[in-house]
């Protein structure tokens, strides 16, 4: 769907705060995508949002073209993901607030990770 966030990992359980159900995806790869153009109807999209995750590695993958940062981290979460070997430029099109990678870390979360 040209304009909405390329990938979006997430998993709401009713836990809460509390991230040791198991619950939660992990050790989730994203290899090898490209993407450009992001955001066309939606304005707060990136290539690659996560929340809620842990262990994530995102590598070899190429974005640009998008109205905000191209990978966005909306929590902290259990930590341990891998970030290297991407190719993001052209981000923050719309908005000037950060750069090609963007992380929150508004809630803590009790994890086991």
Not at 3 to 11: D, K
Not at 33 to 42: D, I, P, Q
Not at 85 to 97: Q, Y
């Amino acid at each position: 769907d040209p304009g909405r966030p390329g990938v979006v990992l997430e998993n709401a359980p009713v836990a809460g705060i509390d991230g040791t159900d198991g619950e939660h995806p992990r050790y989730t790869t994203v290899k090898g995508c490209t993407a450009r153009e992001v955001g066309l109807y939606e304005k707060q999209s990136s290539f690659y949002m996560q929340a809620k995750t842990v262990a994530t590695t995102l590598t070899e993958n190429v974005f640009f073209n998008g109205p905000r940062a191209g990978i966005n981290f909306n929590d902290g979460f259990g930590g341990g993901d891998i970030v290297s070997h991407n190719l993001v430029f052209s981000t923050c099109r719309e908005s000037g607030d950060h750069g090609p990678i963007n992380s929150w870390d508004r809630q803590p979360f009790l994890t086991t990770w």
